[in-house]
Each structure stands twice: as C-alpha cells, then as structure tokens.
C-alpha cells in the first residue's frame, strides 16, 4: 500500500497535489482547499515535506482543523475525502478535493476577508475579478446579456494582433470603464472566445483560437 504513497510523492507539487508538513492554521488550510475546488480539484498529502520527505502528523488535531477550514472558513463548504497512509512508522493523512460545482469558492483570511484562489501549477494565486465575473455568471439561471459592439470589436482585432491583454490595458486602449471592460472579459470568458492566464506577474487574457468569428459576427 505504502509504494503508491511513494508514487504520489514522486511527482512532486503540482497543479493538482499539495505538501503540507503540519497543519497549524485552518485559514491557510481553507485556501488551499479552495484554490483546489476553484479549478481542477487535486490532493494534499499531509504530513510530507516539501521536499517529499515523509514527517508524519503528530495526532488526529490535523484532520479536526481539515474540517474547520473546509466547513467553517470556507465558503461555500467544501466537501472533501481522507485517507491514512502508514509508512515508515509514521502516519500522512491524504485529503481529496473534487473540482466545486459552486465556483466561486472562497476562503476566510486573517482579517475576516473573504477571497478567492485558483491553482496554477504547484502555486495558490487570486482570482481575478474577471475570473469570479465569469464564475458568478455560469452559474446564473439567467444567463448572459451580450452585445458584439465597438467594444467587443476592439477587443478581438487587438488579440488577434497580439498575444495578450491585460485588465488595465483593455481598459485604457479602449478607452471603457472598469465596469464596461468587466462586462465584455467575463462575456467572453464565459463563452470561450478568450482564456485568462494567471502567473506571479500577473493575469492576462489571450484569443481562444478555435473560436468562429463569422459566428461572432452575427451579433453585431
């Protein structure tokens, strides 16, 4: 049993597994667990360094502060499995995450701030506003009002010249409120006509390229 523990520890930090060498903290715990649902779920291994050397937990108070962050500092909760690996005399507790089907997820800080998190490669970043837009949108039984105006226009002929855009950027070229350049992104986002990249400097917004713009063109 203990090899496949073995093999998770193997591939290291990633998109969709997480280390923990203790938990101490329900509020840090609570963004890793939102960060995991907000995009394609994935595992911590408590109990394992960073470095993928085994420490074990210390008592079952880990699993209790598991819950707390789930049911308590997150919000909406968040559902989640456990599993026990023994190994090497120690004990790593495995809590599983699904992909949330009530995006946005969102975790308490220590100020009583209540913010989302996505997972990008072995990182926990925000979310963009853009992003949350988008979320909340999807997940309206109203769905979306959309136009294909001189705003929506400018937007796809600049992509289609260039690699990316930012939040700002959008906003100052064309020359649009911040409510005006939240409206067209997350418009967009929500219908797969531009992908959002988050990274350390930054998100950006890029063309989704199997998009149709003769189909686009009809609404115009």
Known sequence: MSTHLYK??????HQQQDFKYCINDSKKIAKS???????DGGRL?????DNGKIAGISSDEEFYMIESAAKIYSKPAID???RQWQVEGKTVLEIGIEPGVEK????????GKWLAYIRVADENFLAH????????????????????SDDERFL???????????????????NIPR????????????????????AEEGTVFSLNHDFDKEELDKFS
């Open 8 to 13: 998770l520890i193997a591939e290291g930090e």
């Open 33 to 39: 667990l939102v960060a995991f649902a907000n995009t």
């Open 45 to 49: 291994l408590i109990g394992v360094k």
């Open 80 to 82: 989640f499995t456990t």
């Open 104 to 111: 946005p997820y969102f975790a308490k800080d220590e100020n």
């Open 129 to 148: 506003r853009i992003q949350i837009e988008a979320w909340k949108k999807q997940k309206s039984t109203r769905g979306i009002c959309f136009t294909y």
């Open 156 to 174: 796809i002929d600049y992509l289609q010249h260039h690699t990316y855009i930012s939040f700002s950027k959008f906003m100052r070229l064309a």
């Open 179 to 198: 409510r005006t350049a939240t409206e067209v992104l997350s418009n967009f986002l929500v219908i797969n006509i531009i992908q959002i990249h988050t």
